[in-house]
């Protein structure tokens, strides 16, 4: 099935929807990481976390999730786009835990009940807007509602699930979330508020076939669900042996010509999807001779 999101509305306009089946994305993104079961779900859940809240935005607007928990995962950090391309990493890949009591993988005690949660929004605007809130469970989908709630003051509710295999693989993940808009009747409100406690766990509908817009139908079977907006949505980072070049060259001359003589190569490594970069002897002189160029030439 392919990962996809789609934007919705229900109830006339009164609620607002998205939903996502992300396995490949998650996949990818753990598999570059080399995650282990419980790390894999507190970044499978935060790279969909961000694909949702870009759901809304420019295809060129940027969303940055910051997780700060005082779990043994560390920092989690997402970016996404509104064309549907997310990356993102942990500090700790290499972390899993015993279930916790619901026989789930404990993504709480990965990520930690202590800490903060920030959503940065770069909307193409003068200054980014940004909005922190404490975490209120580590389990990050709670976190992501009370994030709606208190800093952008939209009651909502955002669900978020990763199945993980024996063998580490990712065996299906996807999410959902809804925002009542201004006006919301308490009927819809208390509609909403049923459906939500009566769905099923989302990697269950998606091991039964279900794909983004099944999801949204039966998460609001009663609300008369109309699709705006269907997009794809990826693992996708936007690295290049070109920009970490530029970042050696900003290292200046004396640390290259250092790189240079006492090992003869480099290798860069991308935060967000683990790419490596190798640079040997000859472009690290061709590299020297092009800051030496352009210092010559502001003289």
């Known amino acids: 099935m392919e990962d996809q999101l789609i934007k919705a509305v229900a109830y006339d306009g009164q609620v607002r929807l998205s939903s996502l089946v992300a396995t490949h994305m998650v996949q990818e993104g753990c598999q570059r990481h080399d995650t282990w079961s419980t790390a894999s779900a507190a970044l499978g859940r935060s790279l969909m976390g961000g694909a949702l809240l870009a759901s809304d935005i420019k295809d060129d607007a940027i969303i940055t999730l910051k997780i700060m928990g005082n779990g043994p995962v560390g ?5 996404a786009n509104g064309k549907g391309e997310v990356k993102g990493y942990l500090d700790q ?37 940004s909005g922190q809130v404490p975490l209120v469970s580590g389990e990050l989908a709670e976190d992501l509602t009370y994030y709606l709630a208190v800093s952008e ?19 299906a993940a996807g999410g959902w979330m809804i925002q009542m808009m201004p006006g919301a009747t308490e009927e819809t409100i208390q509609a909403v508020e049923e ?29 008369d669900v109309k699709i705006l907006d269907t997009r794809t949505v990826t693992f996708q980072c ?62």
Do not use: W
């Open 93 to 129: 890949p290499h972390v899993s835990l015993e279930e916790n009591s619901k026989g789930k993988l404990d993504v709480k005690g990965a990520v930690g009940e202590e800490g903060s949660l920030t959503v940065i929004k770069d909307l193409g605007l003068k200054e980014p807007f």
């Open 75 to 79: 920092k989690i950090l997402v970016t």
């Open 153 to 171: 003051q939209i009651p909502s509710a955002v669900g978020l699930g990763v199945l993980v295999n024996p063998d580490e693989s990712i065996q």
């Open 195 to 223: 459906a939500v406690q009566s769905l099923p766990h989302v990697t269950q509908l998606i091991e039964e076939g279900m794909d983004a817009s099944q999801i949204a139908n039966r998460l609001l079977p009663q609300g």
């Open 238 to 299: 936007s690295c290049s042996k070109e920009r970490f070049s530029k970042g050696l060259i900003s290292l200046g001359e004396k640390e290259i010509q250092q790189l240079i003589d006492e090992d003869g190569q480099a290798e860069a490594v991308c935060h967000f999807c683990n790419e490596k970069y190798a640079y040997n002897r000859q472009e690290l002189e061709n590299l020297l001779a092009l800051l030496r160029s352009s210092s010559d030439k502001k003289k």
